[in-house]
């Protein structure tokens, strides 16, 4: 009898299944439960984004899997204006449908397979190391340049990290893009929070920025090889659009184009006006930054009453913290007091004694939360 093929690869079970019992016992909770464990938005989408989606809901055509010319220089203009990336090609713009299948399917899209190998940060979201999977790959993790394997020919970044919040400085991500152009692989930088930097010192020289792999002091103005993903998922509270992106090198957005266009991986042209507008709009942003920056000043201090101990978390949704001892442990605990957050484990065997708390609550769940520790 035929079996379902699985391509030779065994993909691992979905992390936040494993949550079941823990989600059970917060939800028991007289006061309700407070989900922490996942990164969706609560906040509602932007005005200016719902109204450029209204205005393209009439849509009987098939859209560009390209994008539209204007969803392609809007992103140009962004990375000029806020995250200090001069001369980006609008050629070298893709949209995604969201960015977790570009993440997913980079591997395949980008022809690799068997014999090559794909590295990513060592503690890290799980799609990194699934999308190296299901292309035949070998998925290594790495702690940094020294850990690189010579026969990879995909690395990952991840700045600011999902789940610690750690951001590469200029440095860290100069000497890698060096060290994969001596070999000719490709650097994917996976950058969906960089909206969210808390520490100024960040780059205080760029006004509190968070540094991308396009920015010229990294690639020194040469974008080939390169490409950088990036979500209005988190800035813009658009999750439920799938409102994503890749940019960088045209020629590497030429191939993904190429194959994309033949799987009919296309972003729907209303979602696509409204990524314009999203991008558009610095004042949402700003904005919806502020609510997370409150929430995150009630959840550490609450943490650290807690006997938690907060590490990284520079930048991005989440914080990373410990009270070091197993994951399982903290989870539990806080589960008993109606509160679901992620275990490290979650992101690989380094995050075994942390845990993800997501700034993704509303301000009064946020409060029941810290009252409760």
């Known amino acids: 009898m035929l079996r379902p093929a699985r391509a030779g690869r065994e993909l691992p079970d979905f992390p936040w299944d494993s949550l079941a019992p823990a989600a059970a016992r917060a939800r028991a909770h007289p006061d309700g439960i407070v989900d922490l464990s996942v990164g969706t938005p609560v906040d509602p989408t932007p005005e200016v984004v719902a109204e450029a989606l209204r205005a393209a809901a009439d849509a009987p055509g098939y859209p560009q899997t390209w994008g539209t010319p204007a969803l392609r220089e809007a992103v140009a203009a962004w990375f000029a204006r806020r995250r200090g990336v001069p001369g980006l090609d609008p050629d070298g713009v893709l949209p995604t449908i969201g960015s977790k299948e570009l993440v997913a399917w980079l591997p395949t899209l980008l022809g690799l397979g068997p014999g ?25 993790p790495v702690d940094g340049v020294a850990d690189l394997p010579d026969d990879a020919r995909l690395v990952w970044l991840n700045s600011p990290s999902n789940p610690t919040g750690h951001v590469l400085d200029v440095a860290d991500m100069a000497a890698v893009v060096a060290w994969a152009r001596e070999r000719g692989a490709v650097v994917a930088s996976d950058e969906c929070y960089a909206e969210l930097g808390w520490d100024e010192h960040l780059d205080a020289a760029r006004g509190g920025l968070v540094p991308s792999v396009l920015d010229p002091r990294v690639c020194g103005g040469d974008h080939s090889g390169l490409l950088v993903v990036y979500s209005t998922s988190k800035q813009s509270n658009l999750a439920g659009y799938r409102a994503a992106f890749v940019a960088g090198d045209p020629a590497l957005v030429a191939d993904l184009l ?26 949402h942003v700003d904005a919806q930054r502020e609510r997370y920056r409150a929430r995150r000043e009630v959840l550490r201090e609450a943490l650290g009453r807690a006997g938690f101990t907060v590490e990284a978390s520079g930048a ?11 994951a399982a442990d903290s989870v539990s605990w806080l589960a008993e007091r109606g509160v679901l957050v992620a275990p490290g484990s979650f992101y690989g065997a380094a995050g075994a004694r942390h845990v993800r708390v997501a700034l993704t609550a509303g301000d009064e769940r946020v409060a029941a939360a810290a009252r409760r520790w």
């Open 116 to 140: 090559d190998a794909v590295a990513h940060p060592r503690v890290a979201y799980p799609t990194y190391d699934v999308g190296a999977r299901l292309a035949g790959a070998r998925p290594v």
């Open 258 to 283: 190429q194959v994309r266009k033949h799987a009919g991986m296309i972003v729907p042209r209303p979602v696509q006006a409204a990524l314009v507008a999203a991008l558009g709009d610095d004042a």
């Open 316 to 326: 991005g949704l989440y914080l990373w913290c410990t009270r070091g001892e197993p």
